[in-house]
């Protein structure tokens, strides 16, 4: 019977089908959704919402960055992984050379905000003056070198925040402002998830950090960005990340080992729903095309 076991679950995850609830009762479904601190609470929200569309099949979010979720597709632990980049060439091969072929579907969108404290009278900023505060090699280190006092920011100092590099948000902020060739600077504060940068950028008048639209409170401030000198700056909305205007858009990801089938498919079809792509624009992303919303009672 162990054997016969193992070689059930070895043909599912094969077929990138997904995984027997052990914990449940008569034939429930168990999908692992891991990767993404960007996407973590929508994908938690999808996750809840879900028990209602079909109760034998249950949901496991866990976030720890794009990289983490990719490398566990590609290892066999998930079913999907969430991703807020695409896969690097290097991740391609590794899943290739586990005899899979990662399957990408784009299920939103999103802007990744510059995030300063509330008493920071800055307005805006353009990728070149954003290069030379985050970049290796550039020349703005103080607050002052902008031509800005800061209210609480004696030593005009500016305190970068960061992500982890196994983040997507690191990834693509890194690829969009500095380039392909470019690296970032030492010493930031490389925060874990999305919503400790904003509450570090809250809690520093010095600071300034960047992470997703969704998690933006009253407690910080987004100055709009610039992609040069003489182009119009850009606020980060839904609207500006949906049609591509705002120079820090991108895609939000998720990623299967191969063509999914069954309680994957299934669940991934209902994603890309209205109701699905409804949740993700009340957490605050762009939707994957035009919805019409009810509006709550």
Known sequence: MKKLSALLIAVALIGCGSRSDKGGSGGRTLIQNKGSDTLVN???AWAETY????RNVA???TGGGSGTGISAMINGTVDIANASRKMKDSEIEAARGNGIEP???VVGYDAIAVYVHVDNPVESFSLEQLAGIYGDGGATE???DLGLEIPGCDSSEIVRVSRQNNSGTYAYFKQAVLGKTGEYKLGSRDMHGSKD???LVHNTPCAIGYSGLAYATDDVKMPCVSRGEGTECVA???ATASDGSYPIARPLLMYTAGQPEGAIKTYLDWILSDVGQCIILEKGYAPVRAVSCEEPA
């Open 103 to 105: 399957v990408e579907w």
């Open 142 to 144: 103080a607050w002052s």
């Open 42 to 44: 929508v994908a938690q």
């Open 59 to 61: 949901v496991a979010v």
């Open 51 to 54: 028990k209602e569309v079909d």
């Open 197 to 199: 940068a904003v509450d």
């Open 236 to 238: 980060p909305t839904v």
